[in-house]
């Protein structure tokens, strides 16, 4: 049987689509059995071609931003989990730097963050004998005292504990009273001078 011409070529691209497969497959098992040769192969290409290799992955990552964004995370974490201290000194210069950068951000987070937990308790001591004025120094109160053991793990004061609240919603744990019901609740060994308060509960009435 006499063969076409078509018939006879596409056997040919066949083969030449075999001998390519089987050559990548060689060439692929030679990588993964010589990495510390391949990698020196592939730095002296890249200094000897910097230019145009630089060129080709720009090339490459404006079409396709996405996995070129997915490279860059995988390719840093493997870089952080290798290098653990380098990666927290990077963190730390970049927070610094960036906080130079933005001196008043933290003012205004933390003053939404008080402004969210103070509301929440209608800005004022939730003692009912109380009677501090309206511009009295407000705290935070641990309603069951701190060495309980409950809550142990959140911060003690300030915008950490703020922040601890919200976010776990742990309202009904906590209250604000004025400065001098919560060092009475303190010295007093969780109760308030004007007996309604104790570290078992918000209120006794």
Not at 7 to 13: R, V
Not at 143 to 169: D, T, V
Not at 173 to 196: E, M, P, S, Y
Request: charged letters at 30%.
């Amino acid at each position: 049987m006499v063969m076409s011409v078509n018939e006879a070529f596409d056997i040919a691209e066949q083969k030449r689509a075999r001998r390519k497969a089987k050559k990548r497959a060689a060439h692929k098992k030679w990588k993964a059995a010589n990495k510390e040769k391949e990698a020196a192969r592939m730095k002296d290409y890249y200094n000897n071609n910097k230019e145009a290799c630089d060129a080709r992955h720009k090339a490459w990552c404006d079409a396709n931003p996405e996995k070129a964004k997915a490279c860059k995370r995988a390719a840093h974490k493997a870089w952080c989990d290798a290098n653990p201290e380098k990666a927290k000194a990077c963190k730390r210069a970049a927070y610094k730097k960036w906080k130079a950068a933005n001196p008043d951000y933290h003012k205004a987070y933390h003053a939404e963050l008080r402004k969210i937990i103070f509301e929440h308790y209608d800005n004022k001591c939730s003692c009912p004998t109380c009677k501090s004025g309206p511009n009295i120094e407000l705290e935070i109160d641990h309603i069951i005292p701190f060495a309980e053991g409950l809550h142990k793990h959140a911060p003690r004061s300030g915008h950490s504990l703020w922040l601890y609240i919200i976010k776990n919603e742990c309202w009904n744990d906590f209250q604000i009273l004025c400065k001098a019901c919560n060092t009475r609740k303190h010295w007093n060994g969780g109760t308030c001078n004007c007996g309604v308060h104790s570290g078992k509960s918000k209120l006794l009435l």
